[in-house]
């Protein structure tokens, strides 16, 4: 199976920026549709974006769609998200998760539809 870890987590003040990476391991990148999701302290995890096998279809969240960019590199085995004019609300711990499902389920970004998942990283956004 895939393995993926995150990176890039950091502590920001609002407005600001910062780029995750997850790094995938163990089978081939380009098999699998990737996602981004958060989850804050006692909250449910959130689908935030996702991306097909090949990087040509993304997908956001109402909540990030215009400030938040997911893509990958698939020479790399890397995925990526790119957050911009980051807010409080936008903190939360934040994994990447793989499917090898290509029913199209995994676009609406609900976590079950996912089967991979990394340990996460943590986003601190201060006002």
């Known amino acids: 199976q895939v393995r993926l870890r995150e990176s890039g987590g950091a502590s920001v003040q609002a407005g600001g920026s910062l780029r995750l990476s997850c790094i995938a391991s163990?089978?081939?990148?380009?098999?699998?549709?990737m996602g981004w999701f958060r989850q804050a302290p006692g909250q449910g995890r959130e689908g935030v974006s996702a991306?097909?096998?090949?990087?040509?279809?993304?997908f956001y969240s109402d909540s990030v769609k215009g400030r938040f960019t997911v893509s990958r590199d698939n020479a790399k085995n890397t995925l990526y998200l790119q957050m911009n004019n980051l807010k409080p609300e936008d903190s939360a711990m934040y994994y990447c998760?793989?499917?090898?499902?290509?029913?199209?389920?995994?676009?609406?970004?609900?976590?079950?539809?996912?089967?991979?998942w990394g340990q996460g990283t943590q986003v601190t956004v201060s006002s």
């Open positions: 998760a793989a499917t090898d499902r290509y029913d199209g389920s995994w676009t609406d970004l609900s976590p079950a539809s996912f089967d991979y």
């Open positions: 163990g089978k081939p990148f380009d098999d699998y549709n």
């Open positions: 991306i097909n096998f090949s990087g040509g279809s993304q």
